[in-house]
T-cell receptor, first 109, second 113 residues
Framework: RKEVEQDPGPFNVPEGATVAFNCTYS??????FFWYRQDCRKEPKLLMS???SGNEDGRFTAQLNRASQYISLLIRDSKLSDSATYLC??????????FGAGTRLTVKP | NAGVTQTPKFRVLKTGQSMTLLCAQDMNHEYMYWYRQDPGMGLRLIHY???????AKGEVPDGYNVSRLKKQNFLLGLESAAPSQTSVYFC????????????FGPGTRLTVL
C-alpha cells in the first residue's frame, strides 16, 4: 500500500465548476502537508501548505483532518489554466517528503 | 536569479554506461535533494544533502551516488546504468526552516537502453 494515496483521475470539469481532490496518508506521525501543482513535463511547484485549521488562497482551499489522515483541496470557479496534475505531499520529517502519484485535472471550455 | 537548474535536460545511455547529473542553485539554500519520478508513482527521494560536504540516503538510494563539494551544486552519479533507472530526475533545494517549501529544477529525462 502506498504511503500517500490519491485518486489518479482524470477529473474533467467545465470552466467555472468546483472540484475537490482528496488524499490519504498512512503515517500518523506525519508533520507537514502540502499541495503541489505539476504541469505536463514540468517540475512540481508549491500550490499551498496545509494547516490543521485549514487555509484558503483565492479560489483554493485546503483542509487537513489528522484524525482520519486525509487532506483535501477544493478549487472553486475552475479556470482553463488550472489544468494540471495536483500532487499531495506529506512530510515525515524535515527531509523526508512522501509524494502521492497525483490527480490529473482537465478544465474544459 | 535562475533558481534551480539541471544539466543535461535529456540523455540516453546504454546499459552499463556511467553519467553524472548536475544540479545548481543560486538561492543560497542549505538543503538539496535528488528525486526520481516514474509513471504512476510519486516522486521518490534518492539522496539528499543538509550542507556542503554532507550527504544522506533517501528512500531509493541503490545504484546512485552523490556529492556536494560546493554549497550551490549537488551531483548525482550513476556508475553502471540499468534500464530500471530510466526515469525523470528532479533536483530540489530548500532553506533551513523545516516547513519551507522545496524549489524544483526542470528535470532530466534519462533513458537507459
Amino acid at each position: 500500500r502506498k504511503e500517500v494515496e490519491q485518486d489518479p483521475g482524470p477529473f474533467n470539469v467545465p470552466e467555472g465548476a468546483t472540484v475537490a481532490f482528496n488524499c490519504t496518508y498512512s503515517n500518523s506521525a506525519s508533520q507537514s502537508f502540502f499541495w503541489y501543482r505539476q504541469d505536463c513535463r514540468k517540475e512540481p511547484k508549491l500550490l499551498m501548505s496545509v494547516y490543521s485549521s485549514g487555509n484558503e488562497d483565492g479560489r483554493f482551499t485546503a483542509q487537513l483532518n489528522r484524525a482520519s489522515q486525509y487532506i483535501s483541496l477544493l478549487i472553486r470557479d475552475s479556470k482553463l489554466s488550472d489544468s494540471a496534475t495536483y500532487l499531495c505531499v506529506v512530510g515525515r520529517g524535515a527531509h523526508d517528503m512522501r509524494f502521492g502519484a497525483g490527480t490529473r485535472l482537465t478544465v474544459k471550455p | 536569479n535562475a533558481g534551480v537548474t539541471q544539466t543535461p535536460k535529456f540523455r540516453v545511455l546504454k546499459t552499463g554506461q556511467s553519467m553524472t547529473l548536475l544540479c545548481a542553485q543560486d538561492m543560497n539554500h542549505e538543503y538539496m535533494y535528488w528525486y526520481r519520478q516514474d509513471p504512476g508513482m510519486g516522486l521518490r527521494l534518492i539522496h539528499y544533502s543538509v550542507g556542503e560536504g554532507t550527504t544522506a540516503k533517501g528512500e531509493v538510494p541503490d545504484g546512485y551516488n552523490v556529492s556536494r563539494l560546493k554549497k550551490q551544486n549537488f551531483l548525482l552519479g550513476l556508475e553502471s546504468a540499468a534500464p530500471s533507472q530510466t526515469s525523470v530526475y528532479f533536483c530540489a533545494s530548500k532553506r533551513l526552516a523545516e516547513t519551507d517549501t522545496q524549489y524544483f529544477g526542470p528535470g532530466t529525462r534519462l533513458t537507459v537502453l
